[in-house]
């Protein structure tokens, strides 16, 4: 089974992931991860051995609107990314 996760930000969410992804790889899974490269996953995953690509993506700046938009405008470049990149992997499963 090949597992793709999705788990980024912060410690508190890139820990349990590689947790889940070391059950699942000791159960026979291929595990890679999808992330951001300025978030606390660049480190932390492969750090802990595990394949990492990498989405533009960033937050929504509600207080400007060009960066509203260019925050928008990169979401929709990422979903088309990740969807090659899960296409690419041919995944059973994604967790995020």
């Not at 999705?6 to 790889?25: E, Q, S």
């Not at 937050?59 to 979903?79: C, F, K, S, Y």
Request: hydrophobic share 50%; net charge positive.
């Amino acid at each position: 089974m090949r597992v793709v996760i999705a788990a980024g930000g912060t410690a508190g969410h890139v820990v349990p992931a590689l947790a889940v992804a070391d059950a699942l790889v000791e159960r026979g899974a291929d595990v890679t991860f999808v992330g951001t490269r300025d978030r606390a996953e660049a480190k932390l995953v492969p750090a802990a051995g595990y394949d990492i690509d990498f989405l533009d993506v960033t937050g929504i700046d509600r207080r400007n609107p060009l960066r509203a938009a260019r925050a928008l405008w990169q979401a929709g470049t990422a979903v088309r990314v990740a969807r090659r990149y899960l296409r690419d992997r041919r995944a059973d499963a994604v967790m995020g």
